[in-house]
């Protein structure tokens, strides 16, 4: 379920520095067999796209594991506080000869109150915001986390960047969701919609990517990412597996 409303975005390229938007061959991982050539479209005809995305929020709300679940298919019980930040890369076949792929940044819940989250959230194309149904305080913190990011990265045309909402942890029984007050709470902040999401049930997390995909790619076409500057910070990936508005959605 979502709501739209007014979005922007940018495009990003596939090297760590972002520097060239046509060189994708880094990152993009390649599932194609080169030994079925004759089935198959030449590398060098495939329109290719890297967007860098942030997932925040409070510290277990499920970030972690909503990346987990939508870029291998796996949840896993088991809690594991990230430290700083880490990125994970979902490759999407969008259409014929177009490869999306979200970089995932997954910034740890208490870095917030960290002087580090201008670096991590620099060259951002979008962002989401993600609480737990189950603790009515994590919806709290949203407008704070919201702040944060408007008040940190912009588009190139000096518009906020597109935020969606998860409401998290849906498959629990505590869980109530306010469809209506959070229709409201969506519409008066500037996000471009929310989803009710479960990893571990793997509910909405597929379609809620989808969504923020479509927006992303429309508004892409009009901004473009200012060059980086020369102290862009770069990481490796690895192969390790009380707010304002007191409303609440969750009770």
């Avoid at 989250?117 to 603790?135: E, H, K, P």
């Avoid at 990265?153 to 029984?173: F, H, R, T």
């Avoid at 902040?189 to 927006?215: Q, R, V, Y």
Wanted: hydrophobic share 35%.
């Amino acid at each position: 379920m979502n709501k739209g409303g007014d979005i922007f975005a940018k495009e990003f390229d596939t090297d760590p520095d972002f520097s060239d938007n046509t060189n994708t061959t880094n990152i993009i991982s390649n599932n194609k067999n080169n030994n079925n050539s004759n089935n198959e479209i030449d590398d060098a005809d495939v329109e290719k796209h890297l967007y860098k995305v942030l997932l925040i929020g409070d510290y277990a709300v499920g970030k972690s594991s909503i990346i987990k679940r939508y870029c291998t298919g796996i949840f896993s019980p088991n809690y594991k506080l990230t430290i700083g930040v880490d990125f994970s890369v979902k490759d999407i076949e969008w259409e014929k000869n177009k490869i999306v792929s979200l970089q995932l940044w997954d910034i740890a819940g208490h870095e917030r109150f960290g002087t580090m989250t201008r670096v991590y959230y620099r060259y951002a194309i979008a962002a989401i915001i993600v609480f737990d149904l189950s603790r009515p305080s994590t919806f709290d913190a949203v407008t704070k986390w919201r702040e944060d990011v408007n008040s940190k990265v912009v588009l190139a045309n000096q518009e906020p960047i597109p935020v969606l909402l998860l409401a998290n942890k849906s498959d629990l029984s505590t869980s109530y969701v306010d469809s209506d007050m959070l229709d409201r709470f969506c519409k008066e902040n500037n996000f471009i919609g929310w989803f009710a999401t479960s990893a571990s049930s793997d509910t909405n997390i597929n379609e809620a990517m989808h969504f923020l995909t479509k927006e992303i790619l429309e508004v892409a076409k009009t901004n473009h990412p200012p060059k980086p500057e020369e102290d862009t910070l770069e990481l490796t990936k690895t192969n390790d597996d009380k707010s304002d508005n007191s409303k609440s959605c969750c009770k």
